[in-house]
């Protein structure tokens, strides 16, 4: 799939229906998990960034942390700058990726979901972040890992023509 085959247009209602998603299933208490969820809104940023040229990785992740905080995020900004942090650290590692396997790929997927989930956290609750550092932690690396397992599946729902 080449850049021109893709509508990003069509990616940036997708980000924040994402969030709107999110919400309704916090709100509705459908999720189990209370803290625990993956971050279906930086699934959709990414999706979009992956092979774009970095100053769209920059704007699209940009636009995605944006999306999340107007919708679930209680500080304005939080999620924007992590998400913006984590599109520094993707165009770092995406050359040194580039000609490796699943194993690779998926690696820098969890790493920078993982960050990205870090960052937001410890943005919105501040220096609550370390009165409770091993709840946080836990929380982060499960989101992580879900935000993991959720990837491939709105991978294959997104590149469906």
Same mark, same amino acid.
């Given at each position: 799939?080449?850049?021109?085959?893709?509508?990003?247009?069509?990616?940036?209602?997708?980000?924040?229906?994402?969030?709107?998603?999110?919400?309704?299933?916090?709100?509705?208490?459908?999720?189990?998990?209370?803290?625990?969820?993956?971050?279906?809104?930086?699934?959709?940023? =990414?999706? *979009?960034?992956?092979?774009?040229?970095?100053?769209?990785?920059?704007?699209?992740? *940009?636009?995605?942390?944006? *999306?999340?905080?107007?919708?679930?995020?209680?500080?304005?900004? *939080?999620?924007t700058?992590?998400?913006?942090?984590?599109?520094?650290?993707?165009?770092?590692?995406?050359?040194?990726?580039a000609?490796?396997?699943?194993?690779?790929?998926?690696?820098?997927?969890?790493?920078?979901?993982?960050v990205?989930?870090?960052?937001?956290?410890?943005?919105?609750?501040?220096?609550? =972040?370390?009165?409770?550092?091993?709840?946080?932690?836990?929380?982060?690396?499960?989101?992580?890992?879900?935000?993991?397992?959720?990837?491939?599946?709105?991978?294959?729902?997104?590149?469906?023509p």
């Amino acid at each position: 799939m080449q850049d021109r085959e893709v509508l990003w247009i069509s990616l940036i209602p997708l980000a924040v229906l994402a969030g709107f998603f999110m919400l309704f299933l916090e709100m509705g208490g459908v999720w189990p998990l209370r803290d625990i969820r993956p971050d279906f809104v930086w699934c959709i940023g =990414f999706y *979009a960034v992956r092979r774009s040229t970095p100053v769209s990785t920059m704007a699209g992740l *940009a636009y995605s942390g944006l *999306a999340y905080d107007l919708i679930l995020g209680p500080k304005l900004g *939080a999620a924007t700058l992590a998400y913006l942090i984590a599109a520094c650290i993707f165009l770092v590692l995406k050359d040194q990726v580039a000609g490796g396997g699943v194993v690779e790929h998926t690696v820098l997927l969890g790493l920078i979901a993982t960050v990205s989930i870090f960052l937001r956290t410890l943005l919105t609750l501040g220096s609550d =972040f370390f009165t409770v550092w091993s709840y946080n932690i836990i929380v982060v690396m499960v989101s992580g890992l879900l935000t993991l397992v959720a990837y491939p599946l709105l991978y294959v729902v997104l590149s469906i023509p």
